[in-house]
């Protein structure tokens, strides 16, 4: 008998329908004479919906209370998937966060675990319950205090779980059949990849590629724990994402070693904005200042610019990059900091998007930049920024031309498929 963790996304669970079929699924597991721990999101746009009512009561809400909030929507969840389960026939038992001993530090909106003591959950699922857990949350022992994990962070909650409980596979289900060479819901001619490596997925979800959260690679990478990615509509086998290709894929494949690709896929991301300081002092220690105000207000940036100073003044402008939501709380912390700094102005771009290339084989082939660049400008699309990794290209655009860049950059890479249409099964795309 093995353990199996499994996650199911809001999509999967968005309506009563999605929840009864999800615990048929669920049954089957169990009766195939596996012990069942379920990770569940929020139901559909649950958690979107009670950001804009937080939203409208205050501009910046309170971490402390948004997190207090947003918890609730994966208590209902659980909540009624154990209630469906055990009409089927099936014992359940729901837990929050806190009682499957996830354990975070004190951050509120993007707590990171730090510990997990599932005794309560391998003492349910011993007594032969399916054990259904919380995703997207856990509890501060400094504080007392409930956090979450920030967003998508059910995957983290999964792999956590797998990795405490040494389960024999974290699956991942999903509205997609798997992780693809671009986003499906983008590029109809995206193809599915059977196994992807921890570093080229981890470059593909940091580039926004939400059908795995960054930091639940990094854990798994961390704990070894290979992941499933996976449709809970279909039931088609997904992509395992582990450090070496599995034996059975292998053997599949008449003992062939599965070549890594050149090239892993397109990522695309428009949860990000630009902030640029204009009229810095080209001295030492400006752009320090602004970055110590910046991460004083916990925010984590992702690209930066800086222009080359005017000679005639003396002064130089610096943009960077950072997620949408934390716009406002940047500006706040930059004008508290503005007599310090000295810089003439802020602006703010949320109309942004990046584009990003990955691919481990692009370590050792000298064209890939040039090509992609390529892509970009047959397509007319002019580049903001520009970043670099050893194994991914990133750029920012404008955010209107998103998509098209991301179809012909993808083509121009010969990914498209010549078959079948990628399948996007439910969830909004929001
Ligand atoms: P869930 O609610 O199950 O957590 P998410 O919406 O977080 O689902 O993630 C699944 C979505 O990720 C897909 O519907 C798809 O639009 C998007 N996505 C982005 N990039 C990719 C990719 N490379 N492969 C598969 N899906 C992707
Ligand atoms: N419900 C949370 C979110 O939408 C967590 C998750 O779904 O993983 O971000
Ligand atoms: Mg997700």
Redesign the pocket.
């Known amino acids: 008998m093995g353990l199996v963790v499994q996650k199911y996304?809001?999509s999967s669970v968005a309506d009563a329908e999605g929840i009864k079929r999800v615990a048929k699924r669920i049954v089957e597991t169990k009766k195939s004479g596996n012990q069942v721990v379920v990770v569940v999101?929020?139901m559909g746009d649950t958690?979107d919906e009670l950001i804009d009512l937080a939203e409208q009561v205050s501009p910046i809400p309170a971490g402390r209370e948004l997190d207090m909030l947003l918890t609730s929507?994966?208590r209902i969840s659980m909540a009624l998937l154990a209630m469906a389960i055990k009409s089927l026939g099936q014992e359940a038992q729901s837990f929050t966060g806190s009682q499957a001993g996830v354990i975070t530090d004190s951050v509120h909106n993007k707590a990171r675990i730090i510990d997990v003591t599932p005794g309560r959950i391998q003492a349910s699922v011993d007594e032969g319950n399916v054990a259904i857990v919380a995703?997207?949350q856990g509890v501060s022992l400094d504080t007392k205090d409930i956090t979450t994990l920030g967003?998508?962070?059910?995957?983290t909650t999964a792999v956590a779980l797998a990795a405490a409980l040494n389960a024999d596979v974290c699956e991942i289900y999903t509205d997609v059949d798997g992780v693809f060479t671009a986003d499906p819901r983008v590029v109809k001619k995206a193809r599915k990849i059977d196994w992807i490596s921890f570093g080229d997925m981890l470059e593909l979800a940091s580039s926004g590629s939400k059908v795995l959260l960054h930091r639940c690679v990094e854990y798994a990478r961390r704990y070894n724990i290979p992941i499933h990615v996976r449709s809970s509509f279909s039931g088609l086998p997904g992509t395992w994402v582990s450090n070496e290709p599995l034996v059975h894929e292998t053997q599949q494949q008449g003992e062939q070693q599965v070549e890594q690709a050149l090239i892993s896929g397109v990522a695309h991301d428009t949860s990000e904005a630009k902030v640029t300081v204009v009229g810095v002092p080209d001295k030492p220690g400006e752009a320090a200042a602004i970055f110590r105000a910046i991460s004083d207000a916990e925010i984590n940036i992702d690209m930066i610019v800086q222009n080359v100073s005017a000679a005639s003044t003396g002064l130089t402008d610096i943009s960077f990059t950072l997620p949408k939501a934390d716009g406002p709380k940047a500006i706040e912390a930059l004008e508290k900091a503005r007599t310090a700094i000295a810089f003439d102005s802020l602006r703010y771009d949320d109309q942004i998007a990046k584009i990003s290339l990955v691919g481990a084989g692009m370590k050792t082939n000298p064209g890939v930049t040039a090509d992609f660049f390529d892509a970009l400008s047959r397509a007319g699309v002019n580049i903001e920024l520009i970043s670099t990794s050893e194994i991914r290209i990133s750029v920012v655009t404008r955010a209107d031309v998103v998509n098209d860049a991301v179809r012909a950059v993808h083509t121009a890479f010969g990914l498209d498929s010549d078959s079948d249409e990628a399948v996007v099964y439910g969830g909004t795309g929001r």
Do not use: I
């Open positions: 996304g809001g999101s929020a958690t929507g994966e995703g997207f967003r998508g962070g059910s995957d």
